[in-house]
């Protein structure tokens, strides 16, 4: 399949625009608060799903400043648990699904959490980009590609990829963009994704990129 094109110009105008805003998942102010480490990735991950970034940012330092480790979370309750992490959605299932989590990685990994994808599919509640990002951001490999809503959004309306939901992306964008761009992608998108090329009405006007977007199934812009 061919490769995209003016990927590399194409990067650099989004790192030099988005330059100014601060990156997500990376670099967030909670990371100075809580030990970033595979695990506290995987907790904040489980925490972010259907969540804003900005309670999930609170929920992440109340529950991991003092408990960052699998041992530390199962010394609380789930209610416990529960009521560090409110109002993330879904809290109370969260709460639970943290527990068995720290509780396999304890029994069955020794504490620590596996740096295998498959490995981290088999977790409770743990799905593909949340797989990912552990991979990236907790382990800091390289050769994976987290896609979340963003991630999905961005490049069919480039024209890069043509599906239908993030796990496609994946697979489609995985042939398309080179590899050494697979890094950086999810931060860089996610942030072009709340700036700039947001989901209803993007910001095309001011968008560094639009000479190279196709806005596929975009109807209104600004
Ligand atoms: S031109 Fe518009 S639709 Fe295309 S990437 Fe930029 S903001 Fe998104």
Redesign the pocket.
């Known amino acids: 399949m061919q490769k995209i094109q003016n990927i590399n110009k194409i990067f650099n105008l989004l790192r030099q625009e988005l330059s100014r805003y601060q990156l997500p998942q990376i670099s967030r102010e909670k990371w100075k608060e809580v030990n970033q480490t595979p695990f506290t990735t995987l907790v904040s991950c489980i925490l972010s799903l259907r969540t804003k970034d900005n309670i999930t940012d609170k929920a992440s330092v109340k529950l991991l400043k003092n408990h960052d480790s699998p041992e530390k979370i199962l010394l609380l309750s789930e209610d416990k648990i529960g009521s560090l992490i409110y109002p993330v959605g879904f809290y109370k299932t969260k709460a639970k699904k943290i527990k068995e989590i720290s509780k396999i990685i304890l029994e069955k990994y020794g504490g620590e959490v596996p740096a295998d994808f498959d490995e981290l599919l088999t977790l409770p509640g743990v799905g593909r980009k949340t797989a990912n990002i552990v991979m990236v951001y907790g382990h800091k490999k390289e050769g994976y590609l987290p896609i979340d809503t963003h991630c999905h959004r ?1 490049p069919n ?2 024209g890069w990829v043509t599906t239908k939901n993030p796990e496609q992306t994946e697979i489609a964008l995985k042939a398309v963009l080179p590899k050494n761009y697979w890094s950086e992608f999810n931060s860089l998108f996610v942030l ?1 994704g709340q700036k ?3 989901p209803i009405s ?3 006007s ?5 000479n190279y ?3 596929i199934g ?1 109807k209104n ?1 600004r």
Request: net charge positive; with cysteine; glycine share 0%.
């Open positions: 961005i309306r480039l072009f700039i090329c947001v993007p910001l095309c001011k968008c560094p990129i639009e977007c196709q806005k975009v812009h």
